[in-house]
């Protein structure tokens, strides 16, 4: 069973704080996906990054996949109060199908 | 495109009733998906369909029966709710070779009593 593992689970900050949320597993993978989830909706694909060492922004975000394949990072440069809400990490691994593992999820809430 | 859809948005069952949740997409997918999810959890993979006509167990299946009507149509059913089954479920779908990225409905909360 591949397992990935979030922290923080909670976080709380003001608005224009840095912050950085991280993903963990003992597990490769070959490719890892973050979600937004908002409240009463479904998760929002933000990004995947696919190639060990890999750096991709977007806008404020910044996602980093692991050299090993096995961990990830999202970093918010000066957090804004649209960027509540619940982050999601999710694996995909080939030799189980492609089928994603999800982590548990960081609840971020920034206040202004 | 409405994307993935579900209904019911929220439903209250009381222990031993049956329902059918149902899923819809419009983006032409193959795979589509059922997850649950639980505080601290993240998202649980029910049963899954990786194309029309066939389907396959996920993570947690026991309690859930599915079926894949036709190409857009993934149903979720309830044979007899249990307490433990209150959650919120997602169905997703998504497209073969893209490294499996997934696009979510809203979702439907169950609560069972």
């Known amino acids: 069973t591949q397992l990935l593992e979030q922290s923080p689970q909670f976080l709380s900050i003001q608005e224009g704080e840095n912050l950085t949320v991280y993903c963990n597993s003992s597990s490769v993978f070959s490719s890892l996906q973050w979600y937004r989830q908002e409240p009463g909706e479904g998760p929002v694909l933000l990004v995947t990054?696919?190639?060990?060492?890999e750096v991709k922004k977007l806008k404020r975000l910044t996602f980093q996949f692991g050299d090993a394949r096995k961990d990830s990072s999202l970093h918010i440069t000066a957090a804004q109060p649209g960027d509540t809400g619940l982050y999601l990490c999710a694996g995909a691994a080939r030799n189980a199908g492609n089928m994603l593992t999800f982590g548990g999820g960081t609840r971020l809430m920034v206040k202004p | 495109n409405a994307g993935v859809t579900q209904t019911p948005k929220f439903q209250v069952l009381k222990t031993g009733q049956s329902m059918t949740l149902q899923c819809a997409q419009d983006?032409?997918?193959?795979?589509m998906y059922w997850y649950r999810q639980d505080p601290g959890m993240g998202l649980r993979l029910i049963y899954y369909s990786a194309s029309e006509g066939t389907t396959d167990k996920g993570e947690v299946p026991n309690g859930y029966n599915v079926s894949r009507l036709n190409k857009r149509e993934f149903s979720l059913r309830l044979e007899s709710a249990a307490p433990s089954q209150t959650s919120v479920y997602f169905c997703?779908?998504?497209?073969?070779?893209?490294?499996?990225?997934?696009?979510f409905g809203p979702g439907t909360r169950l609560t069972v009593l």
């Open positions: 983006m032409n997918h193959n795979s």
């Open positions: 997703a779908s998504s497209e073969i070779g893209y490294d499996n990225e997934q696009f």
């Open positions: 990054v696919v190639t060990g060492g």
